[in-house]
């Protein structure tokens, strides 16, 4: 699926998840912790506040690629993720991993092919980013 039309799906998806159950980074938060101990240990004390603002900068990434590639957002937010906060690539898996079931379940029966897809897409770009960030990475420490 291209991106524009994967980006109008995952809007309109969460458009009507916030009509039918409101506020979904508390649910997404608890998902995570749930499928994830090392995430939950490394960010379980954090409050409402600091996962809304995560969140929303989460957000900005499903709704564009503008946030990808070289010097781009993304690479700037994994420098402080997995350098500084002590973030994995796994941690990020399970968080979308996390993300995508809440959408499915809040969906319920809406969720379709096309909705799986359209989420696939977007997070397997920034998964795919958080990758390459991290090759790139071990490779110059390995190189030190
Ligand atoms: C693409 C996905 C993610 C984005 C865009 C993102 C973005 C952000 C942003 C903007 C903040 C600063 C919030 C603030 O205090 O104003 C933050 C903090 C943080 N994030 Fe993420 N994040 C992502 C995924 C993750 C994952 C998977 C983890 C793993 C547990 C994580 C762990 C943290 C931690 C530990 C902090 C700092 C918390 C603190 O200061 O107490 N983030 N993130």
């Keep these: 699926m291209e991106s524009a039309n994967a980006i109008e799906v995952v809007i309109n998806d969460l458009e ?9 980074v508390p649910l997404v938060y608890q998902r995570f912790f749930d499928v994830s101990d ?14 809304g603002r995560m969140f929303e900068q989460v957000l900005e990434l499903l709704f564009t690629d503008d946030h990808f590639g070289p010097g781009c957002y993304l690479q700037w ?7 500084a906060y002590g973030a994995t690539p796994s941690m990020y898996q399970a968080f979308f991993e996390a993300v ?7 969906l319920g029966e809406d969720w379709q092919l096309t909705n799986a897809e359209a ?22 420490s390995a190189s030190i």
Excluded: F
């Excluded at 995508?100 to 809040?106: E, G, I, M, N, R």
């Excluded at 897409?121 to 071990?138: F, G, H, K, P």
């Design 38 to 51: 090392d995430g939950k240990m490394l960010m379980g004390h954090s409050d409402i506040h600091m996962q």
């Design 77 to 83: 937010e994994l420098e402080n993720h997995l350098d």
């Design 119 to 140: 989420w696939q897409q977007r997070v397997d770009q920034i998964l795919t980013e958080v990758t390459a960030y991290e090759a790139s990475n071990v490779g110059q």
């Design 16 to 24: 009507a998840i916030a009509e039918s159950h409101g506020d979904i």
């Design 100 to 106: 995508v079931s809440v959408a499915k379940s809040c």
